[in-house]
């Protein structure tokens, strides 16, 4: 539990925590490294601090490695949130440029 960023399960239990999941494709022009994906997911219900934790990105059905917008155009990991847009409309970066048509899906809980 507090890997998820609670200190016990009943503080788990009591967040009302809810899931929520956003997929898509990229469009045939593909991606450059460091643009936004262009899909937006609500992260406002979670702790700017617990996202790291809280927050799985996949490419292509691979679980991506998160990090910071420094470590992304460092190559350190796969990608950042961009939360710039606002936490209601969080976006991801990735260090890499993608292929049309690779499918990514956020999941946050």
Not at 51 to 76: A, C, F, H, Q
């Amino acid at each position: 539990m507090q890997s998820q960023g609670f200190t016990s399960i009943l503080a788990g239990i009591l967040s009302g925590r809810s899931y929520q999941k956003v997929s898509g494709t990229i469009g045939s022009a593909g991606l450059n490294a460091g643009s936004v994906a262009g899909l937006s997911i609500d992260l406002s219900n979670i702790e700017a601090a617990a996202r790291s934790k809280r927050v799985e990105v996949y490419l292509n059905g691979v679980l991506m490695l998160s990090g910071s917008p420094t470590e992304t155009s460092s190559g350190i990991c796969d990608y950042s949130i961009d939360t710039s847009p606002g936490d209601n409309a969080t976006d991801v970066k990735f260090a890499m440029a993608l292929d049309p048509h690779d499918a990514i899906i956020i999941k946050a809980s």
